[in-house]
């Protein structure tokens, strides 16, 4: 089942995560040339990579629903659902979870702002879309199936605090894939470092 969910599952460059079975469902859609109309879109936090009111209109139709958090919402329009970490929203027989996304270590993503990330179960699998974070120590309790970690080393959390990240999730995590700028912002020893979640019983995808 895993399988089958991550196979409808795409990557569209930088944050932006597309599942398209029953529902169509993107994930902070940026830079896209356009795409199947959007049953639902989530945005985790109003940064203009993550947060495009251009984007979202290509895709988006009367009946899209989007859901966010209240920065993004202002800057959005049509039929919103603004959550906080820690809320739970059913839309459209999907669960979606808003979760805490922040950084530790440095002053992009605060805290205080209550940006986020979004756990999200699709056909009974839990698929973890973090938003622009650093390992915190909200992830112990998340249970994913699906993880996409954002991994820069900048404005996110770097490889090495990836693959701490996997081995916290890794009693639920069936595949870590990285993601946030695509594999140019990687060398060749960071990829080689990530790897190493294999060791602890976890998948990676690059």
């Given amino acids: 089942m895993i399988e089958d969910v991550y196979k409808n599952i795409s990557w569209l460059g ?3 995560i597309l599942y398209q079975n029953k529902k169509t469902i993107y994930f902070d859609p940026f830079q896209i040339a356009g795409g199947p109309a959007a049953d639902i879109i989530l945005i985790s936090h109003d940064h203009f990579d993550h947060c495009s009111p251009d984007d979202v209109k290509k895709i988006q139709t009367k009946d899209t629903v989007i ?5 993004s919402a202002k ?5 919103i659902e603004v959550l906080k970490p820690g809320e739970t929203k059913i839309i459209q027989d999907i669960t979606i979870e808003a979760v805490p996304s922040y950084n530790t270590n440095k002053d992009f ?3 205080a702002k209550g940006w986020l990330g979004f756990v999200v179960t699709l056909e009974g699998v839990r698929v973890y879309h973090p938003g622009d974070t650093d390992l915190i120590p909200e992830m112990k309790d998340i249970k994913a199936d699906i993880a996409f970690l954002p991994v820069s080393g900048t404005y996110v959390m770097g490889p090495q605090e990836a693959v701490e990240a996997a081995k916290v ?3 639920n995590l069936c595949r870590l894939t990285q993601r946030h700028g695509g594999r140019s912002n990687f060398t060749k020893e960071k990829l080689i470092l990530f790897k190493n979640p294999r060791d602890q019983g976890v998948k990676v995808s690059r």
Avoid: F
């Fill in 67 to 71: 859901v966010t958090e209240a920065d």
């Fill in 109 to 111: 993503h605060v805290k």
């Fill in 75 to 79: 800057k959005l329009s049509g039929k």
């Fill in 14 to 16: 930088h944050d932006g």
């Fill in 169 to 171: 999730l890794r009693q």
